[in-house]
């Protein structure tokens, strides 16, 4: 139950940063993203990465 709550959450995040137009032209460094998204790029890496390992999981199941 909490684990779908937290991936809302995060794809609600992604959604109101705006996140899928700048990630959607291939592979991109965090400082790209980041800069149009006012984001710090560490934090930014750290939440893709979770994004990530969020879909990786849900795509096996």
């Not at 991936?7 to 991109?28: E, I």
């Not at 460094?29 to 890496?45: H, I, K, Y």
Request: proline letters at 7%.
């Amino acid at each position: 139950m909490i684990g779908g709550y937290r991936t809302t959450a995060w794809v609600r995040t992604a959604a109101r940063l705006n996140l899928p137009d700048p990630l959607a032209y291939g592979r991109r460094t965090a400082e790209e993203p980041a800069a149009s998204t006012g984001v710090r790029p560490d934090r930014l890496l750290q939440f893709l990465r979770a994004l990530d390992s969020k879909a990786r999981n849900l795509s096996t199941t």
